[in-house]
């Protein structure tokens, strides 16, 4: 058996080298991360599963994470014990509504309003508002564990806005820093960007 020359050895080494070239580009190209918009609020990248929670809608049927499974959520944890109709709940409505030129994305998110404290009913307050629109409710404890695995506490003091995408994970956190017609941008930046 004859050993390959040089110049084929080269030929080899040059054509390896080339194909491994165009593979690395190939694979680079086509699994490079998209652009992450520029938003108000905090982008969770990459974005993290939804912490687990059990509460109840105003209707009374169980609420938890499967059912942000398929459209994109915004939920809006509130501790800060407002009386009804709550400025959380007024700013969560105004997000709505700013999204109203947008009506295709505003069908497709739902809006869900949990406060830490309640003495009104959410029916009355959420129901004839939007069907999108549901108010979560819950035991002390279940309120507890939720606004803890969303690491919303006493000393936060703010009301968080949370973006939960299609597979239920989260995407981005609004404080209460930022306005309503703001965060509907955002939405409509990121939603965008994550089909």
Do not use: C
């Not at 919303?152 to 009301?159: I, L």
């Amino acid at each position: 058996m004859r050993r390959p020359s040089t110049r084929q050895r080269r030929f080899v080494i040059l054509t390896l080298a080339l194909l491994t070239f165009g593979l690395a580009y190939y694979a680079g190209f086509t699994q490079k991360d998209r652009n992450i918009p520029d938003i108000q609020g905090v982008s969770i990248v990459p974005p993290t599963p939804a912490p687990t929670f059990k509460l109840q809608d105003h209707t009374g049927a169980d609420y938890d994470q499967q059912r942000l499974i398929g459209h994109w959520s915004l939920l809006m944890l509130d501790p800060t014990g407002q009386a009804q109709p709550a400025p959380a709940l007024y700013r969560l409505m105004k997000v709505h509504n700013r999204l109203a030129s947008h009506p295709e994305l505003q069908k497709q998110t739902h809006f869900l309003y949990l406060p830490k404290f309640s003495t009104a009913s959410l029916e009355s307050s959420t129901s004839y508002l939007s069907g999108n629109l549901f108010g979560l409710q819950g035991s002390v404890e279940q309120t507890e564990e939720t606004f803890l695995s969303f690491a919303v506490t006493e000393e936060t003091g703010q009301p968080t806005l949370y973006l939960i995408g299609p597979q239920g994970n989260l995407h981005a956190l609004f404080t209460d820093a930022v306005d309503a017609a703001t965060i509907a941008r955002d939405l409509v930046k990121l939603i965008h960007s994550n089909p």
